[in-house]
């Protein structure tokens, strides 16, 4: 009786751990890195509530919360980096990419705002205010 009781607590835990192990094998192969090539380009910024969908955002006249942002190939942020550094209250100086998501990053090279994959060519980022941040992307380089 006492032979059964730790065999299946030894059993137990190495099914546990096993799970574990491979559970951290099968994440990071899905969490591939991005080149840097693969994301350069123009992509559009879209600053909105969560309360606003897709269709009501498009119906509405606010040039002020889109805008085109350029991911250059060296990792620098092109056209539309300040529109975006507005909208962190930050200037938006360069990007990464990141296993799951892109960052932006400050004056300092520190990252100031993270863009979470969705789906291919569409991320997003929730500020502080709860003002959500789409990054859609428009155009292949």
Same mark, same amino acid.
């Given at each position: 009786?006492?032979?059964?009781?730790?065999?299946?607590?030894?059993?137990?835990?190495?099914?546990? @751990?096993?799970?574990?192990?491979?559970?951290?094998?099968?994440?990071?192969?899905?969490?591939?890195?991005?080149?840097?090539?693969?994301?350069?380009?123009?992509?559009?910024?879209?600053?909105?509530?969560?309360?606003?969908?897709?269709?009501?955002?498009?119906?509405?006249?606010?040039?002020?919360?889109?805008?085109?942002?350029?991911?250059?190939?060296?990792?620098?942020?092109?056209?539309?980096?300040?529109?975006?550094?507005?909208?962190?209250?930050?200037?938006?100086?360069?990007?990464?990419?990141?296993?799951?998501?892109?960052?932006? @990053?400050?004056?300092?090279?520190?990252?100031?705002?993270?863009?979470?994959?969705?789906?291919?060519?569409?991320?997003?980022?929730?500020?502080?205010?709860?003002?959500?941040?789409?990054?859609?992307?428009?155009?292949?380089?």
């Amino acid at each position: 009786m006492i032979h059964n009781a730790f065999t299946y607590k030894a059993t137990a835990w190495l099914l546990a @751990t096993l799970m574990m192990f491979l559970g951290e094998v099968a994440m990071a192969r899905s969490l591939k890195l991005a080149d840097p090539s693969e994301l350069a380009g123009k992509w559009q910024a879209t600053l909105n509530t969560a309360q606003d969908s897709p269709e009501s955002q498009a119906l509405q006249d606010k040039p002020s919360n889109v805008c085109s942002i350029e991911l250059k190939l060296n990792q620098t942020l092109g056209e539309g980096a300040d529109c975006l550094g507005a909208w962190l209250n930050e200037s938006a100086i360069g990007w990464f990419p990141e296993p799951d998501g892109i960052a932006v @990053t400050g004056k300092e090279g520190s990252r100031i705002v993270f863009f979470s994959r969705q789906r291919e060519g569409l991320y997003k980022s929730t500020l502080k205010s709860g003002l959500i941040i789409t990054l859609e992307r428009t155009a292949h380089k």
